[in-house]
């Protein structure tokens, strides 16, 4: 529970304390810090407000999911895209991470 330079320039310190840390520390921790369930630091709003559960799977859906790094390793470890980063959300954000799918799949259709 130390966080990264992220944390520091993006979550929220207090008195030198990581109180709100960056995404992929709370990921890291198991979406755990100081003894709370914690979903990092919202990088949609950018005040320093901890993420919704909405918030940290559009991040996921959005931003990270297009990465061409992140294709490959889903690719490697053979398993779907979507699969793959439904590991990087907690279990209780995978529902929502399914919703938004379903929704982007029939408008794109
Ligand atoms: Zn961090």
């Not at 130390?2 to 990921?27: F, H, M, S, T």
């Not at 949609?44 to 999911?65: D, H, M, P, S």
């Not at 297009?66 to 990087?88: H, P």
């Amino acid at each position: 529970m130390e966080g990264c330079d992220n944390c520091l320039a993006y979550g929220r310190v207090v008195e030198g304390k990581i109180v709100l840390p960056c995404q992929n520390c709370a990921l890291e921790n198991n979406w755990m810090w100081n003894g709370k369930r914690c979903y990092g630091v919202s990088v949609f709003v950018g005040n320093k407000e901890e993420a919704t559960i909405n918030e940290l799977v559009q991040c996921l859906y959005f931003e990270i999911r297009e990465r061409e790094g992140i294709k490959e390793i889903a690719k490697k470890n053979n398993i779907s895209l979507d699969e793959y980063c439904k590991t990087m959300i907690p279990e209780e954000a995978r529902v929502y991470y399914d919703e938004l799918n379903e929704h982007i799949t029939e408008i794109s259709n």
